[in-house]
């Protein structure tokens, strides 16, 4: 089955730094690519999206994602982490592969220390 | 433009209880879509509706049912709950189903705990 891995379940950084959140899929036709940020006990807001074109995506709050398709890779980054950005993150995709919805990885929950 | 509205938001259930998750889109999307979240898991897709009339499971189905009332309403039935129901529970739609690369639109959830 077609699947979305983000590694690290828990990422730490402080504010100020950089912010590196990773996400993979599998699939051999490269798909639409999301990042979604989720704060504590809300429901889920669209960062960016990759569709075509350039490979390079910027999103709200600072955020932007690289679609690297020889890696199979859409990473979310973030040059200097604010303490507002502490949530919960998800990485999903979707396009013919995955039917008609949405396919979610199992999120990377970021931390901010001071 | 209220998005994606979900009723109720909280919810204690016993085991064996039915209940029923309202979800309602006022952007005029084909597609809805129930997840729910569970921590560490991501959310898991439980049903989906491509467009008014149709409904097609997920991956993970068992245990719920769903009825697309209308192209704006897209309700989730528990008919028995079970403690592993005990979830986060949210409604999304989208125009295209993510076959354009247009995004999914949630809802602010449904915290549901079956005892």
């Known amino acids: 089955a077609q699947s979305v891995t983000q590694l690290g379940s828990h990422v730490s950084v402080s504010e100020g730094a950089l912010v590196l959140l990773r996400c993979n899929y599998s699939?051999?036709?490269?798909?639409?690519l999301f990042w979604y940020v989720q704060y504590p006990n809300q429901g889920l807001q669209l960062l960016l999206k990759?569709?075509?074109?350039?490979?390079l995506v910027k999103g709200i709050n600072g955020f932007e994602a690289e679609f690297k398709k020889s890696e199979t890779s859409f990473h979310l980054t973030k040059p200097s982490a604010h303490m507002s950005d502490a949530a919960e993150y998800f990485c999903?995709?979707?396009?013919?592969?995955?039917?008609?919805?949405?396919?979610f990885g199992p999120g990377t929950r970021l931390s901010v220390l001071p | 433009n209220a998005g994606v509205t979900q009723t109720p938001k909280f919810q204690v259930l016993k085991t064996g209880q039915s209940m029923t998750l309202q979800c309602a889109q006022d952007?005029?999307?084909?597609?809805m879509y129930w997840y729910r979240q569970d921590p560490g898991m991501g959310l898991r897709l439980i049903y989906y509706?491509?467009?008014?009339?149709?409904?097609d499971k997920g991956e993970v189905p068992n245990g719920y049912n769903v009825s697309r009332l209308n192209k704006r309403e897209f309700s989730l039935r528990l008919e028995s709950a079970a403690p592993s129901q005990t979830s986060v529970y949210f409604c999304?739609?989208?125009?295209?189903?993510?076959?354009?690369?247009?995004?999914?639109?949630f809802g602010q959830g449904t915290r549901l705990t079956v005892v």
């Open positions: 999304a739609s989208s125009d295209q189903g993510g076959l354009m690369g247009t995004e999914a639109f």
């Open positions: 699939s051999s036709v490269p798909p639409y």
């Open positions: 952007m005029n999307h084909n597609s």
């Open positions: 509706s491509a467009s008014e009339g149709t409904t």
């Open positions: 999903a995709v979707s396009g013919r592969n995955y039917g008609q919805n949405f396919v």
């Open positions: 990759y569709t075509t074109g350039a490979t």
